[in-house]
């Protein structure tokens, strides 16, 4: 069966600071996948999406990167954090080969906090 | 562009009064349409979901139609109970299944 792995579950990091957050895919190949942020008040915001390798689409300009260095790796990161970057951060996969019909699958969230 | 629109929160019920979160769409072609359910501090799962118009998704005692004359896709449960508060996000994956876009959550409240 399919898993998503997301880590750290928490974070807490100063402003200026760097940041990786990792998520992997296990069960599946050439997933689509996904990191969405969750602020508060502010619902869930599509931040980048990938359907491949080195593919990446960013939805929104802002201080954050994204990269897929393997197939089943997703990671999102920055340069320089700001207080503005504090929020729920989550990775999904959906499998491209079911079309439009299959749900995407969440991974349990990275809670980051920019102090 | 895809997009999805539902009705702001907060919600506060008591239990076993009836639910209704609306939400509406717009997008091109056919897309799956999708309601998950976040509990605090948890990640998304999914609650139920429809595919095609006049298709009924039903879980755990909520239900919602797809209905493309109105793009729509209401939540509805008959009687909530305390176990049911959370945030519902409606959601749609487009018909070629690349992009999956949320709405801006529901915050349910439900109180004994």
């Known amino acids: 069966s399919q898993t998503i792995h997301q880590w750290p579950a928490t974070l807490v990091q100063p402003v200026g600071s760097p940041l990786s957050l990792e998520c992997t895919v296990e069960?599946?190949?050439?997933?689509?996948l996904y990191w969405y942020r969750q602020a508060a008040g502010r619902g869930l915001q599509l931040l980048f999406y990938?359907?491949?390798?080195?593919?990446i689409s960013s939805e929104v300009p802002q201080n954050l990167s994204a990269s897929r260095p393997q197939d089943r790796q997703f990671i999102l990161s920055s340069k320089k954090l700001l207080l503005s970057d504090s929020g729920f951060y989550l990775c999904?996969?959906?499998?491209?080969?079911?079309?439009?019909?299959?749900?995407?699958?969440f991974g349990q969230g990275t809670r980051l906090t920019v102090v | 562009g895809n997009s999805v629109t539902q009705m702001e929160g907060p919600v506060t019920l008591s239990e076993e009064a009836f639910l209704t979160i609306n939400c509406t769409y717009t997008?091109?072609?056919?897309?799956?349409l999708f309601w998950y359910v976040q509990y605090p501090g948890e990640g998304l799962q999914l609650l139920l979901k429809?595919?095609?118009?006049?298709d009924k998704g039903s879980n755990k005692g909520f239900e919602a139609t797809y209905r493309k004359e109105t793009t729509s896709f209401h939540l509805e449960k008959g009687s909530v109970q305390v176990s049911d508060s959370a945030v519902y996000f409606c959601?749609?994956?487009?018909?070629?299944?690349?992009?999956?876009?949320f709405g801006k959550g529901t915050t349910l409240s439900v109180s004994s």
């Open positions: 999904a996969w959906t499998d491209p080969r079911t079309g439009r019909h299959l749900e995407a699958f």
């Open positions: 069960g599946t190949s050439n997933p689509n």
């Open positions: 990938s359907v491949g390798i080195g593919q």
């Open positions: 997008a091109t072609g056919y897309p799956s």
């Open positions: 429809a595919t095609k118009a006049d």
């Open positions: 959601a749609l994956r487009n018909q070629a299944g690349t992009a999956l876009i």
